[in-house]
């Protein structure tokens, strides 16, 4: 054990990179000597940030902690605009250099949260901080020049700083507001322009909603915004560019719909579409939100709108009958076929709520529908591969869920579940020709339900084995 830990302590040694902190930096460590902790937690992180190899993604999370909870050392100090400008250099450098790409976008938005949070806490050291303020969003401006997909996620939080900003005392941050104006307004024209090489939702309207007036443009939600109202808010944000002072239409430049508001805008309008009344109005509601679910830029409200969906569908089979709701639970797998989302329950627990509904429905053909969907969609496989260091298992945590949501649904009618001949006149599934007998859904068929289709066998995968009797 001696010689392992010898070992391990050369290899240490010999790999140990040396850690440059620049001078201009060390005023971070001065105003935080009084206070060891802080001083120790402010060291470490200039030590990791300047690191030749930096984990970006935690360092962001440290940097922003430190930021938000020291403020109140620095701001209090002679030369805390040095040292709030050092802090602000930090969150440029992880901005310019972090990997993966997305924790730019949390650099982004953590930074401006950062400036906001010095806007409202300063007190009588905001003239000087304001000038902090103003060099900053001159810097983050030349950056998302560079990078201007990194705007979109940025909008929120700087349309925040400048209705912060414009509510500071008189004459007090006259700069950084004129600079924060300036960069929202070029902003929000890119967001908009974005929005306006994807689809018109007003398009989805015309295919998914009842007639009436949510069949039009307006959409029926003020807060839907179509490609027409984009159009109509770039024009006036042209206008106000031309104007000889932005900070005359402060109010109502900050008041523009960033990107989070628009996003917000199509699960408002699917819910404008649920209100509509009966069963009509949530069969649009699920339209809207299928064609949510396949936009790639609303990837942020994607496991919000499988919850939606999920509600709306356990109503629309509680309460409907006809072939409708078997075309309704066909349209819903496919798009779950088709994309693969990266939250597993919340899919699982989408399976399970139209599983048990059309269980419980005393629909034939329904429940042949949700059985056969089910059987094409790909198991939560144990995925066990060892052990931790702390020795809790490597494992993928869906397959107990997997297994609890399919129990779920075989409890509502077991006898349902079970093998059965297949009608006279029903067609077989389209998507698999294998007999009834093998597409059997009791309990024992659950831990290599994924395996049951040669077809699904996935590649280097060997081919399964009988499932466990775990249920006669």
Same mark, same amino acid.
Request: aromatic residues 6%.
């Given at each position: *054990?001696?010689?392992?830990?010898?070992?391990?302590?050369?290899?240490?040694?010999?790999?140990?990179?040396?850690?440059?902190?620049?001078?201009? %930096?060390?005023?971070?460590?001065?105003?935080?000597?009084?206070?060891?902790?802080?001083?120790?937690?402010?060291?470490?992180?200039?030590?990791?940030? %300047?690191?030749?190899?930096? &984990?970006?993604?935690?360092?962001?999370?440290?940097?922003?902690?430190? +930021? *938000?909870?020291?403020?109140?050392?620095?701001?209090?100090?002679?030369? $805390?605009?040095?040292?709030?400008?050092?802090?602000?250099?930090?969150?440029?450098?992880?901005?310019?250099?972090?990997?993966?790409?997305?924790?730019?976008?949390?650099?982004?938005?953590?930074?401006?949260?950062? =400036?906001?949070?010095?806007?409202?806490?300063?007190?009588?050291?905001?003239?000087? @901080?304001?000038?902090?303020?103003?060099?900053?969003?001159?810097?983050?401006? $030349?950056?998302?020049?560079?990078?201007?997909?990194?705007?979109?996620?940025?909008?929120?939080?700087?349309?925040?700083?400048?209705?912060?900003?414009?509510?500071?005392?008189?004459?007090?941050?006259?700069?950084?507001?004129?600079?924060?104006?300036?960069?929202?307004?070029?902003?929000?024209?890119?967001?908009?322009?974005?929005?306006?090489?994807?689809?018109?939702?007003?398009?989805?309207?015309?295919?998914?909603?009842?007639?009436?007036?949510?069949?039009?443009?307006?959409?029926?939600?003020?807060?839907?915004?179509?490609?027409?109202?984009?159009?109509?808010?770039?024009?006036?944000?042209?206008?106000? &560019?031309?104007?000889?002072?932005?900070? @005359?239409?402060?109010?109502?430049?900050?008041?523009?719909?960033? @990107?989070?508001?628009?996003?917000?805008?199509?699960?408002?309008?699917?819910?404008? =579409?649920?209100?509509?009344?009966?069963?009509?109005?949530?069969?649009?509601?699920? $339209?809207?939100?299928?064609?949510?679910?396949? %936009?790639?830029?609303?990837?942020?409200?994607?496991?919000?709108? =499988?919850?939606?969906?999920?509600?709306?569908?356990?109503?629309?089979?509680?309460?409907?009958?006809?072939?409708?709701?078997? /075309?309704?639970?066909?349209?819903?797998?496919?798009?779950?076929?088709?994309?693969?989302?990266?939250?597993?329950?919340?899919?699982?627990?989408?399976?399970?709520?139209?599983?048990?509904?059309? =269980?419980?429905?005393?629909?034939?053909?329904?429940?042949?529908?949700?059985?056969?969907?089910?059987?094409?969609?790909?198991?939560?496989?144990?995925?066990?591969?060892?052990?931790?260091?702390?020795? @809790?298992?490597?494992?993928?945590?869906? %397959?107990?869920?997997?297994? /609890?949501?399919?129990? /779920?649904?075989?409890?509502?009618?077991?006898?349902?579940?079970?093998?059965?001949?297949?009608?006279?006149? /029903?067609?077989?599934?389209?998507?698999?020709?294998?007999?009834?007998?093998?597409?059997?859904?009791? +309990?024992?068929?659950?831990?290599?339900?994924?395996?049951?289709?040669?077809?699904?066998?996935?590649?280097?995968?060997?081919?399964?084995?009988?499932?466990?009797?775990?249920?006669?």
């Amino acid at each position: *054990m001696r010689s392992i830990g010898g070992a391990l302590e050369a290899n240490l040694a010999r790999t140990a990179v040396e850690v440059i902190v620049p001078p201009e %930096h060390a005023i971070l460590l001065e105003i935080t000597v009084p206070w060891r902790g802080v001083h120790d937690a402010t060291e470490e992180l200039l030590r990791e940030i %300047h690191h030749h190899y930096v &984990g970006w993604a935690q360092t962001l999370k440290d940097l922003h902690r430190r +930021a *938000m909870s020291d403020f109140h050392y620095l701001n209090g100090h002679p030369r $805390g605009g040095e040292a709030i400008a050092i802090v602000c250099d930090l969150y440029a450098k992880t901005l310019r250099e972090a990997t993966p790409y997305g924790v730019r976008d949390d650099a982004a938005r953590y930074w401006l949260t950062y =400036l906001e949070h010095v806007t409202r806490q300063s007190g009588e050291a905001l003239a000087r @901080n304001a000038l902090v303020i103003r060099d900053a969003v001159a810097e983050l401006e $030349g950056i998302l020049r560079d990078a201007p997909d990194l705007v979109p996620a940025a909008s929120p939080s700087l349309r925040k700083l400048a209705a912060t900003l414009i509510e500071a005392p008189a004459g007090s941050a006259d700069g950084a507001i004129d600079a924060a104006l300036a960069l929202l307004r070029t902003s929000l024209d890119i967001v908009y322009e974005h929005w306006l090489a994807c689809d018109d939702p007003a398009g989805w309207l015309r295919k998914v909603a009842p007639p009436g007036p949510l069949a039009g443009a307006a959409g029926g939600d003020p807060e839907f915004i179509a490609h027409a109202d984009l159009r109509q808010l770039r024009e006036r944000l042209r206008q106000l &560019g031309e104007s000889s002072s932005l900070r @005359n239409h402060a109010r109502e430049l900050v008041a523009f719909p960033d @990107n989070a508001r628009i996003i917000r805008g199509y699960l408002a309008q699917a819910d404008a =579409l649920g209100r509509h009344g009966g069963s009509t109005g949530a069969v649009a509601k699920i $339209g809207w939100l299928l064609r949510v679910l396949e %936009h790639p830029e609303l990837v942020s409200v994607h496991e919000t709108a =499988l919850r939606g969906v999920t509600r709306t569908c356990s109503g629309v089979l509680a309460q409907r009958a006809g072939t409708d709701r078997e /075309r309704l639970v066909r349209t819903v797998f496919e798009l779950l076929h088709r994309h693969t989302f990266p939250y597993p329950a919340t899919v699982l627990d989408l399976i399970k709520g139209l599983g048990r509904e059309a =269980l419980a429905s005393d629909d034939p053909d329904l429940v042949d529908a949700v059985i056969d969907e089910i059987l094409a969609t790909d198991f939560e496989y144990p995925g066990f591969h060892g052990f931790t260091a702390e020795w @809790n298992v490597r494992a993928n945590p869906s %397959h107990l869920h997997a297994i /609890r949501a399919y129990l /779920r649904i075989i409890e509502v009618d077991p006898v349902a579940a079970r093998p059965a001949a297949r009608r006279p006149g /029903r067609p077989p599934a389209a998507r698999w020709s294998v007999d009834r007998r093998q597409r059997a859904f009791p +309990a024992r068929h659950l831990v290599a339900l994924g395996r049951r289709h040669p077809t699904r066998v996935r590649p280097g995968e060997a081919p399964a084995q009988a499932p466990p009797r775990l249920l006669q």
